[in-house]
């Protein structure tokens, strides 16, 4: 590393009182970190995008390290779902807004730094106002817009962008920082994923400790940048399997036709992340609210209701009447439909009953609709006695 993110000039401009000195003493005997490296730990600003399962762990041990200002930014609130690996809440906080609640565990873990809570969703309109603001950015985004916007922002910024994602017992880690010879997101990236190929981890699951473990890389990764120590996760990335505990590493190159980092930029500012990664297809197929129907089954009218999950699901959560016929088995198994009522798929959250829909619309399908939120919403807003999960 060629030294720390954080110029001379402003570590030396802060002073730490006698309590920061006792509070950071396990820093400060370390000849890699010292009183200096502990002020340029007070004067960094880190960013982290999201509240949730990364954030958690990245914030918490940002806050106890000392780094000065932690910006958090979510428009989330805490659900008792998250609870099994949102570290930073509580089950008293159920209900609260994640921010709130983190803010007030970080307050009491480190009153000596300064929190800056953006209440809002990280979009193209703020991102590189917010983003201005620090140092460096954690990526904590469980989605490819927000991820593909965060790198954006921070290419165009000039900051690094600390990455981590996590799928079931699986993560990844790295530092994307093209102004820093490495790659970025879209080098290794340059298009999203087919919308609904990908399950997010309220579809797939994922095992609570993952995103601690990958989380709480990403708050090695800020701190060494800001301390100037070791060799960042720059142009490395980090894989790591729980099940057989192995961690690879695979390096990255910069690709320089890169659209925002390469040697003819075509991108210059933020753009419509949600176009770009599709995620408004699920509204281009034709749905239905819950409300709606429900208002059917009352009326008694004549449709058919499919449910795309897989059993195990099924054995968890059903509303009645549902035919069960997963994802996977729609296209061979379409003959059982009929043509001529309408049918409304469900799934759990909407996005595989979205992909089931289209399926059967290249099928000749036509009077087919999305429930949209799935199972989840019926159990919110008509059916509350249908579990959640
Ligand atoms: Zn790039």
């Not at 806050?63 to 509580?90: I, K």
């Not at 340059?190 to 981890?201: A, G, I, K, L, Y």
């Not at 090695?220 to 070791?230: D, F, M, N, Q, S």
Request: glycine residues 8%.
């Amino acid at each position: 590393m060629k030294g720390s993110i954080i110029d001379d000039k402003r570590s030396d401009a802060v002073q730490l009182s006698a309590k920061e000195l006792q509070r950071y003493s396990r820093h400060l005997i370390m000849p890699e970190v010292t009183a200096e490296g502990q002020k340029r730990l007070k004067a960094a600003s880190v960013l982290c995008i999201g509240a949730g399962g990364l954030g958690s762990p990245a914030a918490l041990y940002l806050a106890c390290a000392g780094v000065g200002t932690l910006g958090l930014v979510d428009f989330d609130r805490v659900d008792l779902t998250n609870l099994q690996r949102q570290v930073l809440h509580g089950t008293k906080d159920i209900g609260r807004s994640k921010l709130e609640s983190a803010c007030d565990r970080l307050q009491d873990i480190n009153p000596e730094i300064e929190l800056k809570l953006h209440d809002c969703r990280f979009s193209s309109g703020n991102a590189q106002q917010i983003v201005a603001d620090y140092d460096v950015v954690v990526d904590g985004s469980d989605n490819f817009a927000t991820r593909y916007l965060s790198n954006d922002v921070c290419v165009f910024a000039r900051k690094p962008n600390v990455y981590g994602s996590v799928f079931r017992f699986e993560g990844q880690t790295t530092v994307f920082a093209p102004h820093l010879s490495g790659p970025c997101y879209r080098c290794l990236f340059p298009e999203p994923p087919p919308p609904d190929s990908v399950p997010n981890c309220a579809q797939a699951g994922v095992l609570g400790v993952l995103p601690g473990i990958i989380g709480m890389l990403q708050a090695v990764e800020t701190i060494k940048l800001i301390l100037g120590i070791g060799e960042p996760l720059i142009g490395r990335l980090v894989h790591f399997e729980a099940l057989k505990v192995h961690f690879r590493e695979l390096k990255l190159r910069r690709d320089p036709q890169c659209p925002v980092c390469g040697e003819n930029p075509t991108i210059f500012g933020p753009i419509d992340y949600d176009q770009f990664c599709g995620a408004r297809e699920d509204g281009s197929v034709p749905a239905v609210s819950v409300q709606e129907l429900k208002r059917k089954m009352d009326a008694s009218e004549a449709f058919e209701l499919v449910d795309v999950r897989e059993p195990f699901e099924f054995e968890i959560a059903r509303i009645d009447g549902a035919k069960l016929i997963p994802l996977s088995e729609i296209a061979e198994r379409a003959d059982e439909l009929q043509r001529e009522q309408p049918i409304v798929v469900h799934c759990h959250s909407g996005r595989r009953s979205a992909q089931a829909v289209r399926l059967l619309q290249q099928r000749g399908f036509a009077n087919v609709y999305n429930l949209e939120g799935g199972i989840d919403a019926w159990s919110d807003a008509i059916d509350p006695s249908v579990p959640k999960y």
